[in-house]
């Protein structure tokens, strides 16, 4: 079993930035795959980023790449997600999600989920 609590969501204007954190415990975190997901109001829970087990291979959702780098440090048992230069389309609950298997960007592999945590970027 892997406990996740994301923070660092919040209210950031066009082109602003911010770092998400995503907190584990429970099984060792090091041999599991990390991603994060978004889902805006009425919208289905969409793929942003993930990061394998040893932080050799991540991938990215095209509407992310270049402003979004995804990181995790395993002594820590923590996954980052920063987020630059984002626009109103960013706004979203960004939920963290850890799975046993290979980097995957389907949401149905993920078996372990967050709370979520709310950003939302203003025009």
């Known amino acids: 079993q892997v406990h996740l609590v994301e923070s660092g969501g919040g209210l950031v204007q066009t082109g602003g930035s911010l770092r998400l954190s995503c907190a584990a415990s429970?099984?060792?975190?090091?041999?599991?795959?990390a991603g994060w997901f978004r889902q805006a109001p009425g919208k289905e829970r969409e793929f942003v980023a993930a990061i394998s087990w040893g932080a050799g291979s991540t991938a990215y959702a095209d509407s992310v790449k270049g402003r979004f780098t995804i990181s995790r440090d395993n002594d820590k048992n923590t996954v980052l997600l920063q987020m630059n230069s984002l626009k109103p389309e960013d706004t979203a609950v960004y939920y963290c999600?850890?799975?046993?298997?290979?980097?995957?960007?389907?949401?149905?592999?993920?078996?372990?989920w967050g709370q979520g945590t709310q950003v939302t970027v203003s025009s």
């Open positions: 999600a850890a799975r046993t298997g290979y980097l995957s960007s389907r949401r149905y592999e993920y078996i372990y």
């Open positions: 429970g099984r060792t975190f090091s041999s599991v795959t």
